[in-house]
């Protein structure tokens, strides 16, 4: 079958637009052959914990999930009572971009906080942390983060273990989306266990779709008395794979080795480099440092439209544009893209 469109083109709207990394492909064939037993009873959902744990700890608890939203929806179910509540940053993508999931499918209270550039600190967390014995206000019980955040910004491992410190002297528990861990870990140079084991997180989400895999995310559960009923709230939320071998393969796959950490130190390259060739353009402005794979700007309305015409890219927030780098995007993605964009603005100013 040929393809239905032209594999040469690349889009800086997000990186789940990339497909899926050969060496991914290769273990989905690999596990193909013959059968195994359904539902996680398989050899491969059995390695794919021992690599968990070597990321993790020994204590890691690895659950399989189709998609993100539903990694971040079992996990804070899972942490929390009904009547209990999630503090989380405006901005976080539990709050804008999961059509409102957790509240509508999970049942859960956000407790949201205005943040300049997406992260939680001890103080701002203590805006939505009171109220504790109030019958008439659902009672905060767990923080969530993400890593990196949904403005492009990086938690530092200090940083982390500074929200879980506080927040466990106030009897909160810490949730990470860790959708685009691996980029931060990239970023800073650090084992991802330092960002969340190591640095006090409870439960992680953790990602697969953007740093290479078909699909597949897992709910990660670091501290076992932190989360109860995994294995029921994933069959009850339609998340319980029965080909599960399919999804563990892939995230043996990524993390037994370092295919993990290349991908997202070639995405994180490719929006430095982005960053770089955008911001000598007269009339575009970067916005944001680029601290992992996306790159904020400012620039003409009318060139952004007649630009999403050649290369698919998001509106952000404030005037700004985003545009993400994959692990497949290369240094002819960029300098395309970036040639594209200064051919727009000399015809803007002509």
């Known amino acids: 079958m040929n393809p239905r469109h032209d594999p040469r083109l690349k889009a800086f709207a997000s990186d789940n637009y990339a497909g899926v990394h050969p060496e991914i492909l290769q273990a ?9 037993t359904a539902y996680g009873d398989d050899v491969y959902t059995e390695a794919m914990q021992e690599v968990f744990q070597r990321h993790f700890g020994e204590q890691a608890r690895a659950w399989p999930v189709f998609n993100g939203t539903a990694a971040n929806v079992v996990s804070l179910r899972s942490m929390t009572a009904q009547w209990e509540a999630v503090i989380c940053a405006e901005s976080a993508h539990i709050n804008t971009d999961e059509g409102g999931a957790p509240e509508v499918a999970g049942g859960i209270k956000l407790l949201t906080v205005p943040t300049p550039d997406g992260k939680l600190t001890p103080e701002l967390i203590d805006r939505q942390a009171w109220g504790f014995g109030d019958v008439h206000r659902a009672q905060p019980k767990v ?25 466990h002297d106030l009897g909160l528990l810490v949730h990470l989306d860790g959708s ?23 439960v992680l989400s953790f990602g697969g779709t953007k740093i290479g895999l078909m699909y597949g995310e897992a709910v990660v559960v670091l501290n076992p008395d932190a989360a109860t009923g995994v294995e029921y709230l994933r069959k009850t939320f339609m998340q319980l794979s029965s080909k599960m071998r399919f999804v563990s393969a892939q995230f043996e796959a990524l993390l037994a080795g370092d295919l993990w950490l290349r991908n997202a130190r070639r995405a994180n390259e490719m929006a430095r480099r982005l960053a770089e060739a955008v911001g000598r353009i007269p009339g575009v402005r970067v916005a944001r440092t680029v601290e992992a794979n996306a790159v904020f700007a400012v620039l003409p309305e ?5 630009l999403r015409k050649r290369f698919r890219f998001y509106d952000w927030t404030d005037g700004e544009v985003r545009w993400m780098c994959a692990f497949d995007t290369t240094e002819e993605d960029v300098d395309a893209f970036a040639a594209a964009l200064a051919e727009e603005m000399a015809d803007t100013r002509r």
């Open 180 to 202: 685009r861990l691996t980029n931060a870990a990239a970023a800073l140079d650090v084992p991802m266990r330092a960002l969340t084991t190591d640095a006090g997180v409870d």
């Open 28 to 36: 989905i064939v690999s596990a193909n052959g013959g059968h195994q």
């Open 143 to 167: 923080v969530s983060i993400s890593n990196t955040t949904e403005l492009g910004t990086v938690y530092t491992a200090e940083e982390i273990a500074a929200i879980c410190a506080h927040a």
């Open 302 to 306: 009318d060139v952004a439209a007649r």
